[in-house]
T-cell receptor, first 111, second 119 residues
Framework: KNQVEQSPQSLIILEGKNCTLQ??????????LRWYKQDTGRGPVSLTI???SENTKSNGRYTATLDADTKQSSLHITASQLSDSASYIC??????????WGAGTKLIIKP | EAGVTQFPSHSVIEKGQTVTLRCDPI?????LYWYRRVMGKEIKFLLH????????ESGMPNNRFLAERTGGTYSTLKVQPAELEDSGVYFC?????????????????FGPGTRLTVL
């Protein structure tokens, strides 16, 4: 069964610190992997998208990595800001272009 | 440019009643998707329209759910009759491209969701 597992489930860090969120997937074959940010009460917004041939992609203070051999991805947030508080969701697109969603990591940034 | 909008933002109904959710995609987007997030679980795909045609409805849970996209613009998702397990947040998304266009990098833009509570 195609699955996307994320860890940790939730994370609290102080403003200015860095953090790394993890994503493991079993979707095979897959087309691409995306990280979304979802603020409370809003829809998900795409941060990065990577194909199997890419192993890193940056978007400002967000850097995603992908290891297609081990089927693992991470999202690293540098110098966190209060506005980074949100849920971060890993999404893998399967060969039929359907999005397989992880449950997300809830990140809280404290001042 | 206006984003994807959804109406209502919240809906509270009783079991057995009918509810209709509406989604207005970004103007010019041929692809429209419905997703649902049940509390504590991951977002799941419901169906995909290309213009007015249903491209993929494999995620629709049962025949109590009916989605339409007349004229290929806005879409409605009707739940009739609603059951307790239908509670959740229903998201709509849209993307460019049309039938046959590879969806490989086709970024989907999401609306804010409709929170449905069935009592």
């Amino acid at each position: 069964k195609n699955q996307v597992e994320q860890s940790p489930q939730s994370l609290i860090i102080l403003e200015g610190k860095n953090c790394t969120l993890q994503c493991n997937y079993t979707v095979s074959p897959f087309s691409n992997l995306r990280w979304y940010k979802q603020d409370t009460g809003r829809g998900p917004v795409s941060l990065t998208i990577m194909t199997f041939s890419e192993n890193t992609k940056s978007n400002g203070r967000y850097t995603a990595t992908l290891d297609a051999d081990t089927k693992q991805s991470s999202l690293h947030i540098t110098a966190s800001q209060l506005s980074d508080s949100a849920s971060y969701i890993c999404v893998v697109t399967d060969s039929n272009y359907q999005l397989i969603w992880g449950a997300g990591t809830k990140l809280i940034i404290k001042p | 440019e206006a984003g994807v909008t959804q109406f209502p933002s919240h809906s509270v109904i009783e079991k057995g009643q009918t509810v209709t959710l509406r989604c207005d995609p970004i103007s010019g987007h041929d692809n429209l998707y419905w997703y649902r997030r049940v509390m504590g679980k991951e977002i799941k795909f419901l169906l995909h329209f290309v213009k007015e045609s249903k491209q993929d409805e494999s995620g629709m849970p049962n025949n109590r759910f009916l989605a339409e996209r007349t004229g290929g613009t806005y879409s409605t998702l009707k739940v009739q009759p609603a059951e307790l397990e239908d509670s959740g947040v229903y998201f709509c998304a849209s993307s460019q491209g049309g039938s046959g266009t590879p969806l490989f990098y086709n970024e989907q833009f999401f609306g804010p969701g409709t929170r449905l509570t069935v009592l």
